[in-house]
């Protein structure tokens, strides 16, 4: 199924190459974000929205971030036909989610494509 939605909303490859029950990490990032309790979640580079699925029924507001537009479609279709939830995604990254009132916000695997220059001046 993600072959066909990767192919229909043109997201980039490696959005597929990562679903979360092969990924520890996210899975390791979900048990810490339910331990805090937080009421706001921001996903900087959500990808397909594999984190905020598994974090919607805890009662975290989720908003789910990435520069790859046909992934945050793809992220929106799977969140409410598939998963019968109602995720928040949105294009962009760091000054997209800097709009938005969050609480704790999550930056996992999403240095690929992006200078140390500016990595660097974007957490500082």
């Known amino acids: ?3 066909s939605l990767r192919i229909f909303y043109k997201f980039d490859p490696w959005h597929a190459q990562a679903p979360f029950y092969t990924r520890l990490y996210k899975q ?5 974000i339910k331990d805090l309790h937080p009421k706001s979640v ?5 990808g397909l929205g594999d984190i905020g699925r598994h974090l919607h029924d805890k009662h975290i507001i989720y908003k789910g971030f990435d520069i790859d537009l ?9 969140s409410k036909i598939f ?5 928040s995604f949105f294009e962009g990254s760091f000054e997209e989610c800097a709009k ?22 974007i957490l500082t």
Do not use: Q, Y
Not at 83 to 87: P, V
């Open 1 to 3: 199924m993600v072959l």
């Open 28 to 32: 390791k990032a979900c048990d810490i």
């Open 42 to 46: 921001g996903d900087v580079g959500c």
């Open 70 to 78: 046909g992934a945050i479609k793809a992220a929106r279709f799977l």
């Open 83 to 87: 998963w019968n939830t109602n995720l």
């Open 100 to 121: 938005h009132d969050i609480e704790f916000v999550i930056m996992l695997n999403w240095l690929h494509g992006i200078s140390p220059e500016k990595v660097i001046n």
